[in-house]
């Protein structure tokens, strides 16, 4: 049996991929509320890194970290929505939640591009 670790495991998106590895016979730890996310995730991501026995890591985020609105979204009218664009008009006081997944998104990437 293949185990697995789920970061953010009543996430949205989180909460289809453990589905999906328990209906495929992994064992699941699951965790939630990972203070400071960023940090956290890094030092899963260093830990990845360091282990042999880890063949994958797949980072999953929101498209909140690529556009706070659909205000920002008409600044790439007709364009694909790639890694090169990245929501830099969200604030505390202006759709924090946004805000937050593209402050915190960036460095993953950067981690895993190293």
């Known amino acids: 049996m293949s185990k697995s670790l789920v970061t953010g495991g009543t996430d949205f998106i989180a909460l289809y991929v453990v589905t999906l590895l328990l209906e495929h016979g992994h064992h699941v730890n699951a ?3 990972v203070e400071p996310a ?8 260093q830990c990845a890194n360091d282990v ?4 994958r890591v797949v980072l999953t985020s929101s498209v909140a970290a690529m556009y706070g609105d659909n ?7 007709y364009q694909i929505l790639s890694e090169s664009y ?3 008009t969200s604030s505390v006081s202006y759709a924090p939640y946004e805000m937050e997944i593209a402050r915190t998104t960036p460095p993953y990437r950067r981690h895993l591009i190293k």
């Open 71 to 77: 205000a920002d979204v008409l600044q790439v009218k």
């Open 52 to 55: 042999e026995s880890v063949k």
């Open 31 to 33: 965790t939630d509320c």
């Open 38 to 45: 960023l940090q956290g995730t890094k030092n899963v991501l």
């Open 86 to 88: 990245w929501n830099e």
